[in-house]
Nanobody, 122 residues
Framework: QVQLVESGGGLVQPGGSLRLSCAASGRFFSINGMGWYRQAPGKQRELVATITSGLSTNYADSVKGRLTISRDNAKNTVYLQMNSLKPEDTAVYYC????????????????WGQGTQVTVSS
């Protein structure tokens, strides 16, 4: 029904920048919240940033001031602009979307992207 396709990950030096993108496609009515989560080796998956359909944002304390989440509702796409990257940002980053499947849906469904690797290293 819904697919989330991520792109933009890669290897970057400390202090560098990356921009992650996640585009939702398929058959659905609308998307409520969208977000980015990450999982580093040996650690649990953690929230990085979320953004509502009204563009209200929320960030993990560890990324405030460095990472910026945004979305283009017309394109059903969420972005994560990553600046001043640190080695501790190294993780697999996952896109999440809360999808309303139809006009008469009573709840949204969570969908996840496949994950994209971000490695920050010299």
């Amino acid at each position: 029904q819904v697919q989330l396709v991520e792109s933009g990950g890669g290897l970057v030096q400390p202090g560098g920048s990356l921009r992650l993108s996640c585009a939702a496609s398929g058959r659905f009515f609308s998307i409520n919240g969208m977000g980015w989560y990450r999982q580093a080796p040996g650690k649990q998956r953690e929230l990085v940033a979320t953004i509502t359909s009204g563009l209200s944002t929320n960030y993990a304390d560890s990324v405030k001031g460095r990472l910026t989440i945004s979305r283009d509702n017309a394109k059903n796409t969420v972005y994560l602009q990553m600046n001043s990257l640190k080695p501790e940002d190294t993780a697999v980053y996952y896109c999440n979307a809360q999808v309303v499947m139809s006009r008469i849906s009573t709840s949204a469904r969570n969908y996840w992207g496949q994950g994209t690797q971000v490695t920050v290293s010299s």
